[in-house]
């Protein structure tokens, strides 16, 4: 007979995955908004093309980014299972918050954010690990700038080759949307890659702290069911934050959404390597941002970035705030 102690762990891994799955829904946007408003693909088309290549991620990439998440951030000797459901909880409320806003906030940090919220309502401050958050925090000011000056270069090389080659609007416009298609696939993987991996390490967390294994090891199921989640999510779309992605920033043509999805991947593909959780929210907005300036520093409508901004800076003080209340009232009544 299946313990219930058992039966609850088996339940948080099921919310850690549809957390996972809002994470897809919700970051859907990142991935094809550009393809979208560029009309290169047609919304149906492009989740299909982004929800692919966020599950084929695992092949490509290792699981650093778990291990920073799942025991270099929070002690997880201090961890116990609902830590961990309150922690999940906390990051899928603010995603919800945030979706239902058309905010593109960053369900990386939300996660974060509950989990640490979750810990330091039970166990207090000192279960935070410094040295795993200071280089995630960087990354939170880092990330948008890498991404910004990227697309910005990006695009100002692009505009010097399309003028020594003497190249016509509609060439341009020709091989620019085939491009695109290998920029989109190429944010995706980054994509699926590192933000996949948050979901692994909170349930390697989970199964560690459950004495389900003796060591911080990630099972191959875990890496498989995180990226079905993520990709699942991402077929239901996130049509709020397309729209502000895709056309509320700057707008956007198929050279403008190769430079943008390029930029980010590069930027993705470097902190992934690193082992950092970086928020591809983060990153996309900023090279979005960037390709427009290029452009011209008054095609972006910064007062639209600024609200973007605001999201993420209240993004982990708040999902912690939540985090830490739902812990308080499962303890309070007895749950888990």
Known sequence: MVSLSLLFI????????????????????????????????????????????????????GTGVATTIGKGMIDIETITPTVVLAGV????????????????????????????????????????????????????????????????????????????????????????????????????????????????????????????????????????????????GTLTGGWRIVKTMGQRITKLRPIDGFCAETSSAASIFLATHLGVPVSTTHVITGAVSGVGSANRLSAVRWNVTLRIVWAWLFTIPAAGVIGGLIYLLIRLFSIG
Not at 33 to 60: E, G, H, K, Q, Y
């Open 10 to 61: 088996i339940l948080i891994i099921l919310i850690a995955l549809a957390f996972d799955f809002t994470n897809g829904m919700h970051d859907a946007a990142n991935s094809i908004a550009t393809i979208v408003s560029t009309r290169v693909l047609s919304p149906r088309l492009a989740v299909v093309w982004a929800a692919f290549f966020n599950f084929v991620a695992f092949l490509i990439f």
């Open 89 to 232: 909880i906390g990051a899928i409320s603010w995603n919800l918050i945030t979706w239902y806003f058309g905010l593109p906030s960053s369900s990386s940090h939300a996660l974060i954010g509950g989990y640490a919220g979750a810990a330091i309502a039970k166990s207090g401050f000192g279960v935070i690990i410094g040295s795993g958050w200071y280089i995630t925090l960087i990354f939170i000011a880092l990330a948008p700038a890498m991404g910004l000056f990227l697309g910005y270069s990006l695009k100002i090389i692009t505009s010097w080759i399309i003028y020594w080659l003497k190249q016509r609007p509609a060439a341009v416009d020709m091989w620019s949307r085939v491009l695109q298609f290998f920029s989109a696939a190429a944010y995706s993987l980054g994509h699926g890659g590192n933000d996949a991996q948050k979901t692994m390490g909170i349930i390697t967390s989970l199964l560690f702290a459950g004495g389900l294994i003796t060591e911080f090891k990630i099972p191959l199921w875990v890496v498989l069911s995180a990226h079905g989640a993520i990709a699942l």
